[in-house]
């Protein structure tokens, strides 16, 4: 690492779970220039998967959710913008500036920005919701406590979250989402179905299969029209639908926005020298896909933040990024794990115990190869970490079938003399 590399000026944007892991590996990796990290948002740094599960239930509070509390800034030498929002990025004069007009030259640039919570098209107030923030959560969680009818709009992973959560505080909880079963795009019908059970297991309602038509909001409640005519009335609801890009305001820059900024395999934007991007904003290349896409995961704002640290102290030999994507989620008694891309594949078999309650499962899937192109385990990270090292390997998904059976029944010890 040179001299030159090692002092320059750092400036990062967005002060999420990729931005801190860039400041974070970059100290570590043995910067030593100014790192100036901005943040729209005037909270310290915190974090977001306990915002639907363990802070929404109320069994966190706020210092469990943090990701860099005053001490660390101090230590990490990290200049800490709080209520700056970035409104443009000027790439020959290498300088962002924000929505006040304060400027922020830099030598490299990483944009953190992440995405924000797509907000509800049928429109609603006071007691409609989106789930993004710390304040969206404490926001519904104090909704929730004056609630018993609570509408959850969209089964996908951060809705199916929130409705679990909200039935165990003893809601009574209806979801609706047009696809047939909760999450049946990620994981197939067959593996959707028992997450479909969990939540009747559970007391949860569900619209599967229909859409919501209109949404009205009164001084007493929401009145929800589906597609197939019937009304429901709420007292609370959650509109989960998905997520847009915190990029609009690199509008201008060189780059096109609204799908998430484009990089190359090492975290560079393509188009603007000196400027990387990682996590939710970022659109990466997946080596199985060819295109570059997004991928609104935990674990891949951790990976291409240290991808970027790393290349940003070594631009001459920089290292590219192969992942096997991974995301979790907990729903009711169901802890889902999924690595690399059953989305794209076949389910080829599960291996475990479906049928207890609750279950304890790996679902195996494969290409158009035989090759186990991605896994999905239920109550089981031990078969977790074995999918993800055999996806990693790629091996042919019969022999995966043979591992996890081996995993899942262990050998019978023999008897004590
Ligand atoms: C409720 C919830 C539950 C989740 N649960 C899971 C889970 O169980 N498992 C999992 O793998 N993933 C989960 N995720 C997804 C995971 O949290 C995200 O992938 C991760 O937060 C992405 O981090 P990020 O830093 O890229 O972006 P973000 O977390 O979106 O952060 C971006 C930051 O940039 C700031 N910002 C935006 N625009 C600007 C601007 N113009 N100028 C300056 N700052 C700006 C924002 O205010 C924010 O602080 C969950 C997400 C949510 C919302």
């Known amino acids: 690492m040179t001299a030159e590399i090692r002092d320059a000026k750092a400036l990062i944007v967005g002060a999420s779970v990729a931005g801190v892991r860039v400041a974070r590996d970059l100290r570590r990796l043995g910067f030593n220039g100014p790192i100036v990290m901005t943040s729209a948002e005037e909270l310290l740094p915190y974090d ?4 639907s599960k363990q802070y929404l239930a109320g069994a966190f509070d706020a210092s469990r959710v943090s990701l860099l509390d005053a001490t660390e800034v101090d230590d990490l030498q990290i200049d800490l913008r709080l209520g700056s929002r970035a ?28 995405a924000s919570a797509r907000p509800s098209p049928w429109g609603g107030d006071r007691r409609v919701h989106l789930l993004r923030t710390i304040a969206d959560s404490d926001r519904l969680r104090s909704g929730l406590a004056d609630s018993t009818k609570v509408g959850v709009i969209g089964g996908g992973l ?8 909200a039935a165990k505080g003893g809601a009574e909880v209806t979801v609706i989402d047009p696809l047939t079963s ?5 994981v197939g019908e067959d593996v959707a ?6 939540h009747h297991r559970h007391g949860v309602t569900t619209r599967f299969g229909v859409g919501v038509e209109a949404l009205t909001e009164d ?4 009145d929800v029209v589906l597609s197939d005519g019937s009304n429901l009335r709420f007292d609370l609801v ?12 690199l509008a201008g820059s060189g780059v096109e926005t609204g799908q998430g900024i484009e990089c190359d395999r090492f975290g560079r934007v393509t188009g603007l020298e000196g400027v990387y991007a990682a996590g939710d904003v970022a659109r990466w290349p997946r080596p199985p896909f060819g295109e570059p896409r997004r991928v609104e995961h935990w674990t891949n704002a951790v990976e291409q933040a240290a991808t970027v640290a790393a290349n940003i102290l070594r631009p001459a030999d920089p290292v590219g990024y192969d992942p096997v994507d991974y995301v979790w989620s907990d729903q009711h008694d169901l802890k889902l794990q999924l690595v690399g891309w059953p989305e794209h594949s076949k389910l080829y078999c599960v291996v475990g115990q479906r049928d207890r309650m609750p279950p304890r499962y790996a679902a195996l899937y494969a290409d158009e190869r035989g090759i186990l192109s991605g896994a999905a385990t239920v109550n089981w990270p031990r078969g977790l970490a074995e999918c993800r090292r055999l996806v990693a390997e790629r091996v042919p998904v019969a022999a995966a079938k043979h591992r996890l059976e ?10 004590a003399l």
């Not at 909760?182 to 990620?186: G, I, T």
């Open 48 to 51: 977001k998967p306990p915002l």
């Open 87 to 114: 409104a443009e990025l000027h790439a020959h004069e290498k300088v962002v500036v924000d929505a006040s007009g304060a400027e922020f030259p830099y030598d490299v640039c990483v944009v953190a920005t992440g």
């Open 158 to 165: 951060i809705g199916s979250e929130v409705a679990g959560t």
């Open 182 to 186: 909760p999450m049946s795009r990620l």
């Open 193 to 198: 179905h028992d997450f479909l059970t969990a």
């Open 219 to 222: 001084d007493s409640g929401v």
């Open 238 to 249: 959650v509109v989960g639908i998905g997520a847009s890009t915190n990029d609009g305001w």
């Open 406 to 415: 081996a995993l899942a029944t262990p050998a019978v010890a023999p008897p």
